[in-house]
């Protein structure tokens, strides 16, 4: 394999860095407005920290995608879980005391889902920085938190892929209008659940603040 064979395999998909970005914005705007809130308390939760972790959101994704082997479409699937979780959880806004935590759990959620082989929870918990019983418990109190809802329709998918597009053409207004779309394909299954592509492109984490913040694909 050649040097430019191995850098390109070793190549972050668009889809990763786009949703760290989204999520980046997302927590440091919901930062702003509980330091504004200073003194109210956060609601309780297992993903809630008492410390921001040292590493970048964008560190962390990239982190789980060399280490997790994920395809990209896991990306999109941890997406769309954690609008289902954030949505049935209004009080929970994505901080960066809790975004790492919800990647962490979403990500293995949606990747014994998705993909057909995947490593198991006691691996994702060493490369998420976090000991198996607290990877395990924040598994189930996830599943729980989205009513084992995991189908994704293949419109849905498409909604959610949408909305990262959007969010690559806001990282970058100067990209010609017919520039390549994300590596992501469709889930491929089917279910009864319907995913509103508007909630979506309100972006999870911002329901706290949603009258105040404009949403995340402007």
Do not use: W
């Amino acid at each position: 394999m050649t040097t430019g064979e191995v850098v390109e395999a070793a190549a972050v998909p668009r889809v990763v860095s786009i949703l760290s970005a989204l999520l980046q914005r997302v927590a440091e705007r919901n930062d702003a407005a509980a330091a504004e809130e200073e003194g109210r308390r956060r609601p309780v939760s297992a993903f809630q920290g008492l410390t921001k972790p040292a590493i970048s959101i964008g560190g962390y994704l990239e982190r789980i995608f060399r280490f997790a082997s994920c395809s990209p479409s896991c990306y999109v699937v941890a997406y769309i879980y954690l609008d289902r979780f954030l949505r049935r959880r209004p009080a929970l806004a994505v901080d960066s005391f809790n975004v790492h935590r919800l990647l962490i759990t979403s990500v293995l959620t949606a990747v014994k889902f998705v993909d057909d082989i995947c490593y198991n929870n006691a691996y994702f918990a060493r490369v998420g920085g976090i000991s198996l019983v607290e990877m395990n418990y924040l598994e189930v109190d996830f599943l729980f938190g989205i009513a084992f809802d995991l189908n994704v329709t293949p419109a849905a998918f498409a909604s959610y892929c949408s909305v990262l597009q959007s969010e690559m053409a806001y990282l970058d207004p100067s990209a010609p209008v017919d520039a390549p779309r994300l590596h992501c394909y469709s889930a491929g299954t089917s279910d009864h659940h319907h995913d509103d592509p508007a909630a979506a492109a309100t972006a999870a984490g911002c329901h706290r603040h949603s009258q105040q913040q404009p949403q995340l694909t402007v």
